[in-house]
T-cell receptor
Framework: DAGVTQSPTHLIKTRGQQVTLRCSPKSGHDTVSWYQQALGQGPQFIFQYYEEEERQRGNFPDRFSGHQFPNYSSELNVNALLLGDSALYLC???FGPGAYYGYTFGSGTRLTVV | AQSVTQLDSQVPVFEEAPVELRCNYSSSVSVYLFWYVQYPNQGLQLLLKYLSGSTLVKGINGFEAEFNKSQTSFHLRKPSVHISDTAEYFCAVSDGNDMRFGAGTRLTVKP
């Protein structure tokens, strides 16, 4: 049973560029949440997608956007990258839009902005 | 909105000693509580969760946690730690909509 799959595992971008991160949820899950984890900090909630719509959003600027596809996979897009966007980006999937059953996390994408 | 405070950023302990990692939460509604562990360069793995019912929750790897509503706490405990328990531990709270995490506690088990 495949868990949550994220790609790529690592990437390096230049300040001002745009990046797209991808996530495939665990089989049977229909909701995807994205988190940003800066070095030495806890994960910060970016947004959650359910039924192809953004359902909840944390305190992140509009430079952060996302999408969910009919097969429940999701993308996180970040425009106009800043040095401060360097972090581990975690995707979490769940069954249903709430967190009642907890989340299953992927291993993350390590983004470095130079 | 809910929030989580992990009271210790680092906890060093000797192998086979007991350990407690402290977590307090705040929320205006009923909550669900979770503990996750993160090993270096990996994602988060669920240790245990409290949804309702018994306030003492048992999880994987010998960990347990107790929900205390009056003190708004959800402390994680293990009676005897191993070197392999060295990791970052995160407490999380959900109001049923999304999940918010604490800043983490670095548990270091020394031989």
């Amino acid at each position: 049973d495949a868990g949550v799959t994220q790609s790529p595992t690592h990437l390096i971008k230049t300040r001002g560029q745009q990046v797209t991160l991808r996530c495939s949820p665990k089989s049977g899950h229909d909701t995807v949440s994205w988190y940003q984890q800066a070095l030495g900090q806890g994960p910060q909630f970016i947004f959650q997608y359910y039924e192809e719509e953004e359902r909840q959003r944390g305190n992140f600027p509009d430079r952060f956007s996302g999408h969910q596809f009919p097969n429940y996979s999701s993308e996180l897009n970040v425009n106009a990258l800043l040095l401060g966007d360097s972090a581990l980006y975690l995707c979490a999937s769940s069954f249903g839009p709430g967190a009642y059953y907890g989340y299953t996390f992927g291993s993350g994408t390590r983004l470095t902005v130079v | 909105a809910q929030s989580v405070t992990q009271l210790d950023s680092q906890v060093p302990v000797f192998e086979e000693a007991p350990v407690e990692l402290r977590c307090n939460y705040s929320s205006s509604v009923s909550v669900y509580l979770f503990w996750y562990v993160q090993y270096p360069n990996q994602g988060l793995q669920l240790l245990l969760k409290y949804l309702s019912g018994s306030t003492l929750v048992k999880g994987i790897n010998g960990f347990e946690a107790e929900f205390n509503k009056s003190q708004t706490s959800f402390h994680l405990r293990k009676p005897s730690v191993h070197i392999s328990d060295t990791a970052e531990y995160f407490c999380a709270v959900s109001d049923g909509n999304d999940m918010r995490f604490g800043a983490g506690t670095r548990l270091t088990v020394k031989p």
